[in-house]
């Protein structure tokens, strides 16, 4: 459920972005950095630990006014794809009110596609909600190598429900703003119905075509780049070291807290 302030007339609505290790979650937030305008975004917000494993979990916040006279935040964040970090990926699955599964569409790696999906669904499990009850886009990204599994194969063993999903190479943007636009399209009309539930529910087509105005009206006009050049465009990150798990939880519910102030 999306948080709610009323005294601010702010919205935030929170999507984290879910797959398996380096399969692009980082790469589609920092892209979305790199084009938006920074006086319509947050700072993207890498939190880690000693370990020997970097936690990242990328917050950025997006302002669009979609909703009556409310100010809506996209919060956006990945949650770690590596195997050992399940309690990690609860905390930042609570609350969320969509869910993007980024899939690595390399043929060698459609077990950790899989694997991830049921970690995915098991956590959900747990916490006794349907996943089919949330909304949930697919991105199968990579597209722009060699040996990949086809789209097909992802829908059969990933999404039979045929949830929208979005062919990706995120390294070079494509199919990551469509993919933005199409979990989005989804989530705004739930937030929707959450602060003014007797208004007439607004057609997909005008809420696609809000967003799409919302997001286009805050891009930066780039010069279009292929894989090589974009991995060297600078994106501010602000790092924050911490000393446990425990200590990423309590900054990313403070860092949620403070969202109307980026507004």
Same mark, same amino acid.
């Given at each position: 459920? =999306?948080?709610?302030?009323?005294?601010?007339?702010?919205? =935030?609505?929170?999507?984290?972005?879910?797959?398996?290790?380096?399969?692009?979650?980082?790469?589609?937030?920092?892209?979305?950095?790199?084009?938006?305008?920074?006086?319509?975004?947050?700072?993207?917000?890498?939190?880690?630990?000693?370990? %020997?494993?970097?936690? #990242?979990?990328?917050?950025? #916040?997006?302002? +669009?006014?979609?909703?009556?006279?409310?100010?809506?935040?996209?919060?956006?964040?990945?949650?770690?794809?590596?195997?050992?970090?399940?309690?990690? @990926?609860?905390?930042?699955?609570?609350?969320?009110?969509?869910?993007?599964?980024?899939?690595?569409?390399?043929?060698?790696?459609?077990? =950790?596609?899989?694997?991830?999906?049921?970690?995915?669904?098991?956590?959900?499990?747990?916490?006794?909600?349907?996943?089919?009850?949330?909304?949930?886009?697919?991105?199968?990204?990579?597209?722009?190598?060699?040996?990949?599994?086809?789209?097909?194969?992802?829908?059969?063993?990933?999404?039979?429900?045929? @949830?929208?999903?979005?062919?990706? +190479? =995120?390294?070079?943007? @494509?199919?990551?703003?469509?993919?933005?636009?199409?979990?989005?399209?989804?989530?705004?009309?739930?937030?929707?119905?959450?602060?003014?539930?007797?208004?007439?529910?607004?057609?997909?087509?005008?809420?696609?075509?809000?967003?799409?105005? &919302?997001?286009?009206?805050?891009?930066?006009?780039?010069?279009? &780049?292929?894989?090589?050049?974009?991995?060297?465009? %600078?994106?501010?990150?602000?790092?924050?070291?911490?000393?446990?798990?425990?200590?990423?939880?309590?900054?990313? &519910?403070?860092?949620?807290?403070?969202?109307?102030?980026?507004?």
């Amino acid at each position: 459920m =999306a948080f709610v302030n009323y005294l601010t007339n702010d919205v =935030a609505v929170k999507v984290v972005y879910y797959g398996p290790g380096l399969s692009g979650k980082t790469t589609n937030l920092r892209y979305i950095a790199q084009k938006l305008d920074s006086s319509s975004r947050g700072d993207l917000i890498c939190l880690e630990t000693d370990t %020997s494993r970097t936690y #990242f979990f990328d917050l950025l #916040f997006i302002n +669009a006014g979609l909703i009556g006279d409310f100010k809506v935040h996209f919060q956006l964040m990945t949650c770690p794809g590596q195997v050992f970090y399940e309690a990690s @990926r609860r905390s930042v699955l609570s609350g969320a009110d969509g869910i993007v599964f980024v899939a690595d569409s390399q043929v060698p790696l459609l077990d =950790a596609n899989l694997e991830s999906f049921e970690s995915l669904r098991r956590t959900f499990e747990e916490t006794h909600l349907d996943i089919n009850s949330i909304a949930l886009v697919f991105q199968y990204n990579k597209r722009d190598l060699e040996d990949l599994t086809s789209v097909e194969t992802f829908n059969n063993l990933l999404n039979p429900y045929l @949830r929208p999903y979005f062919e990706a +190479a =995120a390294i070079n943007g @494509r199919g990551v703003f469509e993919t933005l636009r199409g979990i989005a399209g989804l989530t705004i009309p739930i937030a929707r119905q959450q602060i003014l539930p007797e208004q007439t529910e607004e057609p997909p087509e005008e809420t696609e075509k809000k967003v799409e105005e &919302a997001i286009e009206k805050t891009r930066v006009e780039m010069p279009e &780049a292929s894989a090589p050049v974009l991995q060297k465009i %600078s994106v501010d990150i602000k790092k924050i070291k911490l000393r446990s798990e425990r200590d990423i939880e309590r900054e990313l &519910a403070k860092l949620s807290r403070e969202f109307s102030k980026k507004g």
